[in-house]
């Protein structure tokens, strides 16, 4: 089917409205509303909602034998108040769209439009509408709602944009894609003591220090290393600002980042270890907290094939990636269905940088997005 020029700009104003009224992660009933009801239009032979949430599954069959592949987009946006002063701004103080997350939908809901209207397809297609993927609590939310086990998918595929890289290029690679993430909080609790006489309490300063040491000699900040880990601390809080007072309580947090699985549960195991250590030696209670995980994300050597060769039948530009990019992304999760692929389309390499204020999603990639995905189902 040809993506027409009248489709494209009906979805360039369906990407704007969904700009306008952008919804932070777990929040996103209205976002889910306008994408349910765009989709019923189209009557899917499924159509699930509120699966971990907000988020949505609608299921295509074409009547004729072939593979189930899945497709999956985001609904959140972004607690950022946004710089830009365009028409379709954001019209909600404080949160705007500055991952793209509002063209990823869109370029689903453009194939929607061409599942319904289409008979050069087989198989099924479900369209998943994941909530709270910058929180990296929206995929295990859905994987966790009995309403996933309808489908039986046997592939899944997904697409970021990616400033920096020129305007439309497909940007691909074989097995890691994104590492796996995870957000750690260390709790330490001591006994606050009078300043003067600090030998009478549990000040938990040396052992922060010797902590954020440790982590740091944990460190191989090499992406062309298979066993690549970063350690990042990203906040920590001692005591209070009261100058007579020995601090009795602290707490450190830290990102943690490995390419795969595997090697996050040995720096994990490694690192959690050393802390304990230290707490212990320091008379020091500690307790541990875990947020913001992200599964890593591996591409399937086949998937990649099909990647490619859409984007051959359809003569894009595109490029491999040397390496690995180094932020999370929660879509790894859904490995746990079928094998997985996810690619990136440049957004310009002028372009402001994901979660920059003035970001804003190319409307001139949705085409792009749209003819990749839609050659890989009529592959």
Not at 133 to 161: R, S
Not at 181 to 189: D, K, N, R, T
Not at 317 to 327: F, H, I, N, R
Request: negative net charge.
């Amino acid at each position: 089917m040809i993506i027409t020029e009248a489709l494209l700009q009906q979805l360039t104003q369906i990407r704007r409205a969904l700009h306008s009224r952008p919804e932070v992660s777990g929040e996103e009933k209205e976002t889910s509303a306008y994408v349910i009801d765009y989709l019923s239009k189209f009557q899917p032979t499924r159509l699930l909602t509120g699966v971990g949430g907000t988020g949505i599954i609608a299921t295509f069959d074409s009547g004729k034998p072939g593979e189930h592949l899945l497709f999956r987009a985001e609904l959140d946006a972004l607690p950022i108040q946004e710089a830009n002063s365009f028409p379709y701004r954001s019209i909600y103080a404080g949160v705007s769209h500055k991952c793209g997350h509002d063209g990823h939908t869109t370029v689903l809901l453009g194939l929607a439009h061409l599942l319904n209207r289409s008979q050069e397809w087989t198989g099924q297609v479900s369209l998943l509408f994941q909530p709270a993927e910058e929180t990296g609590a929206g995929a295990m939310a859905m994987l966790a709602d009995p309403q996933i086990e309808q489908i039986k998918v046997d592939k899944a595929f997904a697409f970021h944009n990616l400033p920096g890289y020129p305007l439309g290029q497909i940007i691909w690679k074989k097995d890691a894609f994104t590492p796996a993430v995870q957000s750690l909080i260390i709790q330490l609790e001591g006994k606050t003591a009078h300043a003067a006489e600090p030998q009478n309490g549990l000040n938990p300063a040396l052992a922060i220090a010797e902590i954020l040491q440790h982590a740091q000699q944990l460190q191989i900040t090499d992406p062309l290393q298979t066993d690549f880990r970063l350690l990042t601390p990203v906040y920590l809080t001692m005591g209070e600002k009261a100058y007579g007072v020995s601090a009795g309580a602290g707490e450190v947090h830290l990102t943690l980042r490995a390419w795969t699985q595997e090697e996050m549960e040995v720096l994990t195991a490694t690192f959690l270890e050393k802390v304990k250590a230290i707490a212990n030696h320091s008379g020091l209670a500690v307790d541990f907290n875990w947020t913001d995980t992200f599964k890593a994300n591996f591409n399937a050597g086949e998937l990649v094939a099909q990647l490619q060769q859409s984007i051959r039948r359809n003569s894009l530009s595109d490029a491999a990636m040397e390496q690995p990019l180094t932020w999370g992304e929660d879509f790894g999760a859904f490995g746990v269905l079928c094998p997985t692929a996810m690619f990136g389309i440049g957004a310009g390499e002028n372009s402001p940088a994901l979660h920059h204020p003035d970001y804003d999603f190319p409307d001139e990639i949705l085409s792009v997005g749209l003819q990749v995905f839609w050659g890989i189902i009529c592959s």
